[in-house]
């Protein structure tokens, strides 16, 4: 076997989020729910490329589809032009997703990544609407250049654009405060006052369960408020779907069951299905006003992702998988607050939906060592909020019962050496 030495790593890598940190060893191979590294040492992966690997790594049947279209010497890279298999895979989309939930979309490519599908609705909803202003939330996460960090509510990550990031505001979150205020009813009356400040904005951006600010899931109810406020004032809603879409909170879409319909959605990470880089940003008709040339990208046409995420859409054609999903969720649930109260050190609170759930724990330094600890013993797991105060759970959807149940006797493990 290879022996990597890691200096390598610390040599090449910035200092900001070196993942080399996090999992400090060197990996190779990768099935389903499983990695190994270098040394032939087995991980349960609870991390999922951060939700980018929601089908598992090396699905079978993407793998199988790929191969036979890279040896059929399918086109690779096309930027704008059309191909068959964009073509394929806008029909499956639409017949497969937005169909069956009368979504009437069109799709854009605004990019390879998640932060290009938000700035490509940032960019359109100003330009829809005449208006400059976007209000976001705490804890938001949208991503890492200019526009996405300008809506995104947290001021280490902010600091880093190096000037001051203007014509947002942040308003608080679902139960940032707690669950009994109504954040909504502050965001309303801020609009609906001339001195405020708040100038009526082009539109609010908001993912459904925040991934990075820490597994904070918005109640459905406050969703449909957000959606009732920008509909009386005109205000584009923006779902970023990038990390809580594509079934990680349960269903296709994280806002299918708060009954809401987003005037723009953005999604990326698990939408090729492969860890291939896609992302594609859903408007509204109406609002597809677009000039050409107007928001282009080279890498905006990769069939190869094109090929996966078609593949991928065979895990939507009937509710089998959604039904695996929301069971198993009910199962991940129950073993989190088993262990918050058999481990009251922790001070621990479940959080989440879905497949994207996490502990917050009130001992600083606690989550991540219980990472670590998992880490250790085999297990993948990440931590988020802004003080890392949440251990993030998402294993991918198509783990096995056997999987899960592995994973938490780690995770319990784990647990059980850091309180102590
Ligand atoms: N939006 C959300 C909700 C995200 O979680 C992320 C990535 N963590 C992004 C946008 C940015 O995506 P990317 O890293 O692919 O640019």
């Keep these: 076997t290879q022996k990597t030495d890691m200096n390598i790593f610390e040599q090449m890598e910035s200092e900001v989020r070196s993942y080399c940190r996090s999992f400090p060893t060197v990996f190779t191979k990768a099935k389903g729910h499983k990695m190994w590294d270098e040394e032939g040492k087995e991980y349960i992966d609870f991390f999922s490329g951060a939700g980018a690997l929601n089908y598992g790594h090396n699905d079978p049947l993407m793998k199988e589809k790929l191969v036979d279209y890279i040896m059929s010497d399918g086109i690779?890279?096309?930027l704008d032009m059309g191909t068959?298999?964009?073509?394929?895979?806008?029909?499956?989309?639409?017949?497969?997703?937005?169909?069956?939930?009368?979504?009437?979309?069109?799709?854009?490519?605004?990019?390879?990544?998640?932060?290009?599908?938000?700035?490509?609705?940032?960019?359109?909803?100003?330009?829809?609407?005449?208006?400059?202003?976007?209000?976001?939330?705490?804890?938001?996460?949208?991503?890492?250049?200019?526009g996405a960090l300008s809506v995104t509510g947290n001021s280490f990550k902010r600091k880093g654009a190096g000037i001051p990031l203007t014509n947002t505001v942040t308003m608080p979150y679902d139960n940032f405060v707690s669950e009994e205020l109504d954040t909504l009813e502050y965001l309303e009356r801020f609009l609906d006052d001339g001195g405020s400040g708040v100038a009526i904005p082009a539109a609010i951006i908001l993912e459904t369960v925040q991934g990075e600010g820490g597994i904070n899931a918005a109640r459905f109810e406050w969703l449909k408020k957000v959606e009732d406020i920008c509909k009386r004032w005109d205000i584009l809603l923006i779902v970023d779907d990038v990390q809580a879409g594509i079934g990680r909170t349960g269903t296709f879409f994280s806002f299918e069951k708060a009954g809401i319909k987003p005037d723009i959605v953005c999604l990326s990470k698990s939408i090729s299905g492969y860890g291939i880089p896609l992302a594609l940003t859903l408007i509204k008709p109406e609002y597809d006003i677009w000039e050409p040339g107007e928001h282009n990208g080279t890498f905006r046409g990769n069939n190869h992702a094109f090929v996966t995420a078609?593949?991928?859409?065979s895990y939507w054609k009937d509710d089998s998988f959604e039904k695996k999903i929301a069971k198993q969720s009910e199962r991940i649930y129950s073993f989190l607050e088993e262990?918050?109260?058999?481990?009251?050190?922790?001070?621990?609170?479940?959080?989440?939906?879905?497949?994207?759930?996490g502990v917050c724990s009130a001992k600083e330094g606690l989550a991540e060592s219980v990472a670590k600890e998992a880490f250790a013993r085999g297990l993948i797991m990440e931590t988020a909020g802004p003080n890392d105060e949440v251990f993030k759970l998402f294993p991918p959807l198509t783990i096995t019962d056997e999987g899960l149940e592995q994973g938490f006797r780690i995770i319990e493990e784990a647990v059980?050496?850091?309180v102590n």
């Design 339 to 357: 262990i918050v109260a058999k481990y009251p050190q922790l001070e621990g609170q479940v959080r989440g939906r879905g497949f994207m759930v």
């Design 76 to 78: 690779t890279h096309s």
């Design 84 to 146: 068959t298999q964009k073509a394929i895979f806008l029909q499956e989309f639409n017949d497969t997703i937005l169909k069956p939930r009368d979504m009437n979309y069109k799709v854009m490519f605004p990019g390879p990544t998640g932060t290009n599908t938000v700035e490509s609705a940032l960019k359109l909803a100003r330009k829809v609407t005449g208006r400059t202003d976007i209000i976001s939330f705490t804890n938001g996460f949208h991503g890492m250049t200019i």
């Design 310 to 313: 078609t593949a991928a859409l």
């Design 416 to 418: 059980e050496s850091a």
